[in-house]
């Protein structure tokens, strides 16, 4: 049975935890993912994000992490990161490992898009004209 490992985090995300966890003797590849905040957004500066999360968020991280593990076979871990955050920062590190890249590739894709869709994480923009705005309500 594929395991899995997820973590909501109000710091610096444990890369390293995550590659440990993930990775085996037994697998050639170990995808990352690690989304990173960026300077704009559909023609906006944006200067920092504040993420907020449901009560409940971790254990839809954890759900989500072990279907794409279950569906997949392949042992996966994720961790996002909330509270303020600057340009630079790193808000969601996604790790899988398999016996060969495409699989590896395939699965950390679906797991990234699984997160952004699924788990009831939320951010407000700052943008550089002193707006806000949310973004995944």
């Not at 490992?97 to 894709?109: L, Y």
Request: some cysteine; hydrophobic content about 50%; aromatic content about 6%.
């Amino acid at each position: 049975m594929a395991e899995s490992l997820a973590r909501l985090v109000d710091g610096p995300i444990d890369r390293a935890e995550l590659e440990a966890f993930a990775a085996t003797d037994a697998d050639g590849a170990v995808v990352v993912f690690e989304g990173v905040i960026r300077d704009h957004d559909h023609g906006s500066a944006v200067t920092a994000l504040d993420y907020s999360a449901h009560p409940d968020a971790e254990r839809f991280l954890r759900d989500i992490c072990a279907r794409v593990a279950s569906g997949s076979g392949l042992r996966v871990a994720a961790a996002h990161r909330i509270g303020h955050l600057v340009v630079g920062d790193v808000a969601l590190v996604a790790v899988v490992a398999a016996a060969h890249r495409a699989e590896a590739f395939a699965t950390c894709a679906e797991l990234v898009d699984a997160i952004k869709s699924g788990a009831p994480i939320w951010k407000r923009q700052l943008l550089a004209d002193g707006a806000t705005e949310w973004v995944g309500l």
